[in-house]
């Protein structure tokens, strides 16, 4: 399952970057891509463990920028 979502205060590409190297060592993520410029965050992970991924998704994102919001909606 592939999904897109917004991202609120992404302060930088640095971070982006970070963020994006962290999702994609996680286990059931296919692949990932962080956008600072559109400000918005693709996931492909397994989608029986999509919910599940994306709490951890949520984890790593903070533990490298702390005033990130992801959009889950």
């Known amino acids: 399952m592939k ?6 205060d992404l302060d930088c590409a640095n971070c ?7 999702i994609k060592k996680l286990d059931g993520v296919n ?4 956008s600072f410029l559109t400000q918005k965050m693709t996931v492909d992970a397994d989608d029986g ?8 998704v949520v984890k790593c ?13």
Do not use: G, H, Y
Request: proline share 3%; net charge positive; glycine share 0%.
């Open 61 to 73: 994102c903070k533990r490298v920028e702390p005033d990130c919001e992801i959009v889950l909606k």
């Open 3 to 8: 999904k897109s979502f917004k991202l609120v």
């Open 49 to 56: 463990r999509f919910d599940d991924i994306m709490k951890q």
């Open 31 to 34: 692949d990932a891509t962080v």
């Open 16 to 22: 982006a970057r970070k963020m994006e190297d962290a």
